[in-house]
């Protein structure tokens, strides 16, 4: 899951009817307000450049499916690839540093000192 912060860009899909009139595409946002994880406040920019304020919006996450006829925002592409390397990344970085499941934690053993020559 990404976290919605203040300032941070995502396409805004409108519903039929709704405006700004949908379009052929997404239209740019920037979220102004986070209410929780899937529940935004946005800055909607229209085809001409107007700005929209809209409130109580939809954040899909990348696992989500989209809504049929709601209006919703969604992360841009290269977001949820960066928090799909993120996630990897983290996951291996845990599983490089977590003692082996099926040995007990050891601790490391001193090398072995040399025998003193006469």
Known sequence: MIG???GRIV???PS???HPEPSTGPLAAIVTHVYNSRR???RV??????A???TDILLLQPEDDRPDESRWCEWMPYQKGQAAKTEALE???ARRTAPPSDEPDRKPQADPVPP???
């Open 4 to 6: 919605p912060t203040v």
């Open 11 to 13: 396409w805004y899909w």
């Open 16 to 18: 039929k009817g709704d």
């Open 40 to 42: 935004v406040n946005l």
């Open 45 to 50: 920019f229209d085809s001409e450049g107007e």
């Open 52 to 54: 929209h304020a809209l």
């Open 91 to 93: 996951a291996d970085v």
């Open 116 to 118: 003193a020559t006469p």
